[in-house]
């Protein structure tokens, strides 16, 4: 009936303090780093500047880098909800008995690791009539099964929480198309959680680096690669780089978040 | 008689709304009492505090002659069933039903005796290996029912038992509920806000509002004669008068009260059939139209509007009286003396 | 439904096309790889057998499950302790510590190992301050080496750990506890009959997830030791697509290893998952509900090393 009330111990506040301490530290160090102009065995920089993000911008390698990035994130993600809406649309609704097996399709990606993904797909599509390896095409590809998870779950999820079936019944009894159904009743109310789930899959492939470094690290340099291939050489500009990416992703997972919420609030209660 | 549990001013308070307010309460030995009331009326946390799950404030509990206030729920002597069962899920219901005498340290062949006596009294004795998530609702609730008369408590707590439960397995088990009550003289305190589950279960029922008993009495006392409004409301489908609409009714009232109530019983249709009419004759009579009639079973329920008052009138469903059509003039007996003064609310 | 045209099957199609292309097609090109000989005819087990005869290779594998178990169980034991804090806290305070571990765990990979160079490398911040200090209990401490490997393998476990747990901690009642006291347990006696067994499965799975996820780790540390210390991961990397690519078949058969032990780990977490849903039944949509927030907790952190 009513809840206790809630005071953490001491205990609970301590090591939660010492974790957030232990997460944030290397976050913190990498921000302060980005931002100083020397820093060598003292607590803080003695002198802070800020031209570590100024050089990242005009790195025209840094924004030709972003650039790749951001479009063959891009198209990935596209090709995936062209393939991935009609697709768990119709097995949801329409083959529902595949819906075990398609669960362990979707769990592969999980359980078999990117650089056994990579070692697979180096092998097939390095010759023969498919000679894609170190081509943007292979690594759209492998972007796909990446986000396979995220997309079926998210769209699966979707569906049944509208209950698509029903909602589909009813439109058709009034009348309506199977296609147009789909257009006009489906899409509009899943349309949130194939944006969360868009949104996460972006995430996720921005900060991909296993399958990118090893299918196409030579030819392609995406974000994550140029980062490792700078760290190196330029640390400072590596960590304006780092906490630049880190920003973004953390704004992204803000709005999901948020999204989330309202998702939530929708179904739940 | 000496009362078994005695509780004596309890007071709670969550922040700084009261949820209890100075509750006395004294149960005999072996009887089954009811704590009635709609949600938030402090039932259920009235009941933790006799568990010892909730501190009180202030106010005393004795039971079987000792001060328990101070002890932890562990070493109260006291039982309890949830109403969302809260069987343990990794255990068999064995184990569940064991675990109370497990924790006491009982030794392995006790155990196993008294639970395969229990589990024989439940009637799951084949499901002993079973695990919760395995049974139904009302299997589940038997077990933990079972699980806390394992270990032999003073007192049986019930805490909205069946609110979880279909209706039809909720009138089944709660008669056996009330078999095993009587079969072992527990003492129980059983919570609820179902008045009829109350009415068919209790030898006494405690009506509560707002963290006070209201009202006490066996449930005919209670039926029959409740002290307010919010008793009459809340028992049946009393109709609740002010002291203005009743004058309007009857012309002339007992007594000086603010606020009347009548049963829908009380009320008779006449000129519909002439046996029970000649019973009616001489009493006074109400002229009134038919808003509304519904059939509940032997019962028709009509809602009659006079005098400018909708009234709720209960007329027998023998099948020598038909359904009255709605819009038509009817007359109503009534009998002042079954026309109840109510006190003030809260006095 | 029988007589309805199907054409609607052809939306499957490019899904089909794609997944197979894309997942099935490598994996068996794997496979096989992995067992033909270098003149393309028959079968041999002969790169299995020189893996398990290589002293170097058996070492890799060796290295790669040292550090997987000592992480996940390190990640386990304060992920544990984490999430029981977390479910401590009230509510609001208990979502912001959520959405900074759950934030922290985007920060993996090849920034991750950045940040520790710059924290504890050789010429990290704290490596110098301690140097100056003349503190010489982290003189030993190299994080090149494995002790630093686990240090920052830990660091993407632990809120890893804490986000697949926390949730399973609401899973035990407040009833529960309620009824084993009435029934006279102590607190520690619950833990021990009722708390811990219940945590079990998901213990368990979360363990499988941890150790799945840094079997296969790359990245961290590609970008922290490069080739310089012997990783099953790395080693793989470096024969398929390093600079010189040397022998890839024997890359197919390490890659087979691997993708096998992640598996079963993997497998470990499924089981333990039916495991949980006996102890709790709950209508399909309840279970919809709680399987779209496991997802969501578990993918930001899973994506990048997995």
């Keep these: 009936m009513q809840t206790p009330s809630k005071k953490a111990g001491w205990a609970p506040r301590s090591l ?23 820093w060598q065995a003292t607590i803080l920089p003695e002198s802070w500047t800020l031209e570590w993000f100024g050089g990242m911008f005009q790195d025209a390698r840094f924004l030709d880098a972003l650039w790749k990035s951001l479009y063959l994130c891009a198209i990935s993600i596209v090709l995936s909800l062209a393939v991935m809406l009609p697709a768990v649309f119709i097995i949801t609704v329409y083959l529902p008995r595949l819906e075990s097996f398609m669960k362990g399709i979707v769990v592969l990606p999980y359980a078999v690791p990117g650089v056994v993904a990579a070692v697979g797909l180096i092998r097939a599509y390095s010759s023969g009539p498919m000679n894609i390896s170190g081509t ?53 109310n899943i349309w949130p959680g194939v944006v969360t789930s868009t949104l996460l899959s972006f995430s996720v492939l ?23 291939r700078r760290m190196n050489e330029s640390g400072h500009l590596a960590s304006a780089i780092a906490i630049s990416y880190f920003l973004f992703i953390l ?16 179904i739940s209660e | 008689m000496k009362p078994y549990l005695k509780l004596e001013g309890i007071r709670k308070q969550f922040g700084t709304t009261t949820v209890l307010n100075q509750v006395n309460l004294d149960i005999r030995e072996g009887e089954l009492v009811t704590l009635l009331g709609p949600s938030g009326c402090g ?13 009180i404030d202030e106010g005393q509990i004795w039971l079987d002659d000792k001060d328990i206030v101070n002890l932890p729920p562990r070493s109260r002597e006291i039982g309890m069933v949830f109403q969302s069962y809260a069987l343990f899920p990794n255990l068999t219901v064995r184990e569940n039903i064991e675990y109370g005498m497990r924790m006491r340290g009982a030794a392995k062949e006790a155990r196993r005796q008294r639970s395969d006596e229990l589990l024989e009294l439940i009637d799951l004795a084949d499901k002993r290996d079973a695990y919760p998530a395995q049974l139904s609702g009302g299997q589940q609730q038997r077990v933990a029912l079972a699980r806390s008369l394992a270990v032999r408590p003073k007192v049986l707590l019930l805490d909205e038992p069946l609110s979880a439960l279909d209706a039809k397995i909720r009138k089944n088990l709660r008669m056996e509920i009330r078999e095993i009550q009587k079969q072992f003289n527990m003492t129980t305190i059983f919570v609820t806000h179902d008045q009829e589950e109350a009415l068919t279960l209790s030898d006494r029922v405690c009506l509560m509002n707002q963290g006070n008993i209201v009202q006490q009495g066996t449930p005919e006392e209670l039926y029959a004669k409740p002290s307010t409004e919010f008793v009459a409301r809340f028992m049946g489908s009393y109709n609740v008068l002010t002291r203005a609409e009743a004058l309007r009714l009857f012309g002339a009232v007992p007594g000086d009260g603010e606020s009347y109530a009548i049963r829908p019983e009380a009320l008779t249709l006449v000129g519909q059939d002439q046996e029970t009419d000649l019973g009616h004759a001489g009493k006074p009579i109400v002229e009134g139209t038919v808003h509304s009639a519904s059939i509940l079973g032997n019962v028709i329920r009509y809602a009659i509007d006079a005098a400018g008052i909708r009234l709720t009138v209960d007329a027998l469903n023998d099948g020598r009286s038909r359904r009255l059509e709605e819009n038509r003039k009817v007359a109503l007996a009534f009998d002042l003396a079954q026309l109840l003064q109510l006190e003030k609310e809260g006095a | 439904m029988k007589r309805k045209n199907r054409w609607y099957l052809l939306g499957l199609l490019p899904f089909v096309v794609m997944v197979a292309l894309f997942q099935l097609v490598p994996i068996v090109s794997m496979l096989t790889g992995s067992v033909r000989p270098e003149d393309g005819a028959g079968m041999t087990f002969g790169y299995y057998a020189r893996i398990f005869q290589s002293d170097y290779y058996l070492k890799a594998i060796q290295n790669s499950l040292l550090i997987s178990v000592f992480s996940s169980v390190i990640g386990i034991v304060v992920g544990l302790a984490c999430a029981y804090s977390v479910t401590r806290f009230a509510p609001r305070m208990r979502d912001r510590l959520i959405m900074v571990s759950n934030m922290t765990s985007n920060f993996a990979g090849v920034p991750l190992a950045f940040a520790y160079i710059i924290l504890l490398g050789s010429n990290g911040v704290f490596t110098l301050l301690f140097k100056q200090w003349g503190w010489d209990v982290f003189a030993g401490f190299n994080l090149y080496s494995w002790s630093g490997l686990v240090l ?12 697949l747990l926390y949730p399973s901690f609401y899973g035990i009642r407040e009833q529960w506890k309620e009824a084993a006291s009435l029934l006279g347990a102590s607190h520690w006696q619950f833990w021990r009959t009722i708390g811990i067994p219940v945590l079990m499965p998901a ?11 840094s079997m296969g780790a790359y990245a961290t540390a590609y970008a922290l030791v490069g080739s310089n210390f012997n990783l099953l991961a790395v080693r793989i990397g470096n024969l398929v697509s390093g600079d010189v690519v040397t022998e890839p078949q024997l890359g197919n058969a390490l890659a087979v290893i691997l993708g096998l032990s992640t598996l079963l780990a993997v497998y470990l977490n499924h089981k333990m998952t039916q495991r949980l849903h006996r102890f709790q039944p709950g209508s399909a949509e309840r279970k919809v509900r ?10 930001p952190a899973l994506k990048e090393e997995l």
């Design chain 1, 206 to 228: 921005f900060g991909e680096f296993v399958m990118t470094n090893m299918l196409v690290g030579g030819h392609i340099q995406t974000i994550q690669v140029y980062l490792s």
């Design chain 1, 251 to 266: 704004a992204l997972s803000m709005i999901l978040m948020k999204l989330g919420k309202k998702v939530n609030r929708g």
């Design chain 1, 16 to 38: 939660m303090l010492l974790m957030m301490v232990y997460l944030l530290l290397p976050l913190l160090a990498t921000m302060i780093y980005a931002f100083a102009k020397e």
């Design chain 3, 203 to 213: 213990v368990f799975g979360t363990l499988g997830i941890l150790f799945a996820n």
């Design chain 1, 136 to 188: 943007a095409y292979i690594l759209i590809g492998a972007y796909f099964i990446i986000v396979l998870p995220y997309m079926y779950q998210g769209i699966r999820n979707s569906l049944l929480t509208v209950s698509a079936p029903e909602l589909l019944n009813a439109a058709e009894m009034l009348g309506a198309g199977r296609m147009r159904a789909f257009v006009t009743v489906i899409l509009p």
């Design chain 3, 290 to 299: 709680s399987r779209r927030k496991w997802s969501r907790l578990k993918s």
């Design chain 3, 152 to 163: 920052v393998y830990v660091y993407f476990q632990v809120p890893l750990a804490l986000l």
């Design chain 2, 43 to 55: 039932k259920s946390t009235l009941l933790r505090c006799i568990a010892g799950l909730t501190e």
